[in-house]
């Protein structure tokens, strides 16, 4: 079965440096991958998607990798801030039914 | 749009009461979702509906779970009787068609049950 793992610890960074996040599956080719950012007793928010096709996306402050060879996405937000504190989720998608596999998610922690 | 709204929020409850959640998903979206997180097991898939037919309920854990949606605007995840184990978030979440990918989820509701 599809199995995605992301970093269960804390990741601490300093503002304005830049935070990477990482996202490793296992067992499949995802046609795609998604990153959430999740606040506390909030829901998911979407805030990037990139395809099996892309090598690289990017958002304002945001950019992604895919790296289908290492089955490994890579996030990150540059110039970070302390408003960019929240937990980051990966998502793949399924082998049926449009189904997403979640990761457990990184807490990410930006400090003054 | 104000997007996915859920309720109620939070909900505290004594093992063995039915409890009702409900979601109104995003006007003109195709797909709707219920998932449950927890601390443990984080986000599971408990059902998903298109157009109004649920598709897949493999992740529906037992019978005391079901989940309706009569129309498009409204769909009920309910859990009879509750028990403790039951205790977590759960998010509804709504996606426009099968070619886009972003989900866009409700603020949940917290069940807590005793």
């Known amino acids: 079965s599809q199995k995605i793992e992301q970093n269960s610890e804390a990741l601490n960074i300093q503002e304005g440096k830049t935070a990477t996040l990482t996202c490793n599956y296992t067992n499949y080719s995802p046609a795609y991958l998604q990153w959430y950012r999740q606040d506390p007793g909030r829901g998911p928010v979407f805030l990037l998607l990139i395809r099996e096709n892309e090598k690289e996306k990017r958002k304002e402050r945001l950019k992604v990798t895919f790296d289908t060879t290492l089955k490994q996405s890579l996030f990150h937000i540059t110039a970070s801030q302390p408003a960019d504190s929240a937990t980051y989720l990966c998502a793949i998608r399924g082998d049926s039914n449009y189904q997403l596999i979640w990761g457990a998610g990184t807490k990410l922690i930006i400090k003054p | 749009d104000a997007g996915v709204i859920q309720s109620p929020r939070h909900e505290v409850t004594e093992m063995g009461q039915e409890v009702t959640l409900r979601c109104k998903p995003i006007?003109?979206?195709?797909?709707l979702f219920w998932y449950r997180q927890t601390m443990m097991r984080g986000l599971e898939l408990l059902i998903y509906f298109n157009n109004n037919v649920p598709i897949d309920d493999s992740g529906m854990p037992e019978d005391r779970f079901s989940a309706k949606m009569p129309n498009a605007s409204f769909s009920t995840l309910k859990i009879q009787p509750s028990e403790p184990r039951d205790s977590a978030v759960y998010f509804c979440?709504?996606?426009?068609?099968?070619?886009?990918?972003?989900?866009?989820f409700g603020e949940g509701s917290r069940l807590t049950v005793l």
């Open positions: 979440a709504s996606k426009q068609d099968q070619n886009t990918g972003e989900l866009f």
């Open positions: 006007s003109g979206h195709d797909y």
